[in-house]
């Protein structure tokens, strides 16, 4: 039987895949009647491939700036900085180029603009829910974003930003911060580098399995979860096998866009994603990382709650048979990335406060097995020791 549900479109124009990204930049910026583009990239990137000439180049003086400068996990103080160089330029359009960091930068630049914070304190009055955010019902500067890693959340309208003195990560939301465009070019991707790639690869895997093993799911979110796990797993094998292998590339890259249908619309996540966020904030794992160590332990823990959902992720990976938690774990293998918590320098110590943090996270208490409480973090956390 199917249950009664609710697609919600996103604010979103359009995807482009397959082009050069320079090409769809000037396309996209004269479509959208963008004249002063302020543009946020990541600074590995920048440092090995000419980004701001080639945007120069691209856009002339429609370019009104760009920076760099977005350390893991977007703290506070980076898109205070950023959304500070963005007024001043009295930027139309935000252009993102790099990884998951910098694009919640991007989103998170928007309500700094919309809502003239100027102070990392600021924020608190941003959160969800909060009386200052509901006031904001469009954003008057949107972004374009060009990823260059696979942890998509060029495809949400969801960031992730830490307060880094209370070392948490936290989610913001406006329907608005969604980017208008995405540029899927794997042209300029092998510049990332390989364990970085993998790993957010195995991030978009973590988007599809949860989605395929939501609490509330529905024909679409299936049906694209589960062609994202194809694409994703076929694109990463290869892709480890030869990193030149550009076709390959953009097979993970549209395996990323299918897995996050569900998430655009409000598919509730589960453990892996509740747990890794705050591995993100507390711990200072890496972000693709957090999915690598969780994501095969949370499907043991909760296979006595959603079994037949877990049948679903096992047959997308060709093995029906098979265990999804071994599955997962076999494919985090095959690409050499570290699988517990021990591996990513978490330490004993930090799981107690981890297991606390995590209840903060609304993934947590949409998890299709019940957690009670800290206690119950604390026995995944165990598993992924």
């Given at each position: 039987?199917?249950?009664?549900?609710?697609?919600?479109?996103?604010?979103?124009?359009?995807?482009?895949?397959?082009?050069?990204?320079?090409?769809?930049?000037?396309?996209?910026?004269?479509?959208?009647?963008?004249?002063?583009?302020?543009?946020?990239?990541?600074?590995?990137?920048?440092?090995?491939?000419?980004?701001?000439?080639?945007?120069?180049?691209?856009?002339?003086?429609?370019?009104a700036g760009f920076t760099t400068g977005i350390r893991a996990h977007t703290p506070r103080d980076d898109v205070i900085a950023a959304a500070a160089k963005a007024r001043e330029a009295r930027a139309d359009l935000i252009v993102t180029i790099g990884g998951g960091s910098v694009t919640d930068a991007g989103k998170m630049v928007l309500l700094c603009l919309a809502a003239d914070a100027k102070e990392p304190q600021a924020l608190d009055a941003l959160r969800p829910g909060e009386p200052a955010l509901e006031k904001i019902r469009t954003l008057a500067v949107r972004t374009l974003a060009i990823p260059t890693t696979l942890s998509g959340g060029e495809f949400t309208p969801i960031a992730g930003c830490t307060d880094v003195?209370?070392?948490?990560?936290?989610?913001?939301?406006?329907?608005?911060?969604?980017?208008?465009?995405?540029?899927?070019?794997?042209?300029?991707?092998?510049?990332?580098?390989?364990?970085?790639?993998?790993?957010?690869?195995?991030?978009?895997?973590?988007?599809?399995?949860?989605?395929?093993?939501?609490?509330?799911?529905?024909?679409?979110?299936?049906?694209?979860?589960?062609?994202?796990?194809?694409?994703?797993?076929?694109?990463?094998?290869?892709?480890?096998?030869?990193?030149?292998?550009?076709?390959?590339?953009?097979?993970?890259?549209?395996?990323?866009?299918?897995?996050?249908?569900?998430?655009?619309?409000?598919?509730?996540?589960?453990?892996?994603?509740?747990?890794?966020?705050?591995?993100?904030?507390?711990?200072?794992?890496?972000?693709?990382?957090?999915?690598?160590?969780?994501?095969?332990?949370?499907?043991?823990?909760?296979?006595?709650?959603?079994?037949?959902?877990?049948?679903?992720?096992?047959?997308?990976?060709?093995?029906?048979?098979?265990?999804?938690?071994?599955?997962?774990?076999?494919?985090?293998?095959?690409?050499?990335?570290?699988?517990?918590?021990?591996?990513?320098?978490?330490?004993?110590?930090?799981?107690?406060?981890?297991?606390?943090?995590?209840?903060?996270?609304?993934?947590?208490?949409?998890?299709?097995?019940?957690?009670?409480?800290?206690?119950?973090?604390?026995?995944?956390?165990?598993?992924?020791?």
């Open positions: 039987m199917i249950e009664p549900g609710i697609y919600r479109y996103p604010r979103m124009d359009r995807v482009v895949f397959g082009q050069p990204w320079e090409r769809v930049l000037v396309e996209e910026v004269e479509r959208l009647g963008a004249s002063r583009v302020f543009a946020i990239a990541g600074s590995t990137l920048a440092g090995t491939v000419p980004l701001a000439a080639a945007m120069r180049e691209a856009l002339g003086e429609r370019l003195t209370k070392r948490l990560k936290e989610g913001f939301f406006h329907p608005e911060m969604i980017p208008q465009a995405v540029i899927l070019d794997p042209r300029i991707t092998p510049h990332t580098p390989m364990r970085l790639w993998l790993s957010t690869g195995i991030r978009a895997v973590d988007h599809a399995v949860e989605t395929l093993c939501s609490i509330h799911s529905q024909p679409l979110f299936e049906a694209t979860s589960v062609h994202a796990l194809r694409l994703l797993q076929q694109g990463l094998i290869r892709t480890k096998q030869d990193p030149a292998d550009l076709d390959a590339r953009l097979e993970s890259m549209l395996g990323v866009w299918l897995s996050l249908i569900g998430i655009q619309s409000g598919a509730p996540m589960a453990a892996s994603h509740g747990i890794g966020h705050v591995l993100g904030g507390t711990a200072g794992v890496p972000h693709g990382f957090t999915s690598c160590v969780m994501l095969a332990h949370v499907l043991r823990w909760n296979k006595a709650a959603n079994a037949d959902r877990q049948a679903l992720v096992s047959a997308a990976l060709g093995q029906p048979q098979a265990d999804a938690g071994d599955l997962v774990a076999d494919l985090v293998r095959k690409l050499e990335l570290p699988s517990t918590l021990r591996e990513v320098g978490v330490t004993r110590e930090q799981l107690d406060l981890i297991a606390k943090n995590s209840m903060h996270d609304r993934a947590i208490a949409t998890n299709p097995r019940k957690i009670r409480g800290p206690e119950d973090v604390r026995e995944i956390l165990e598993l992924a020791w």
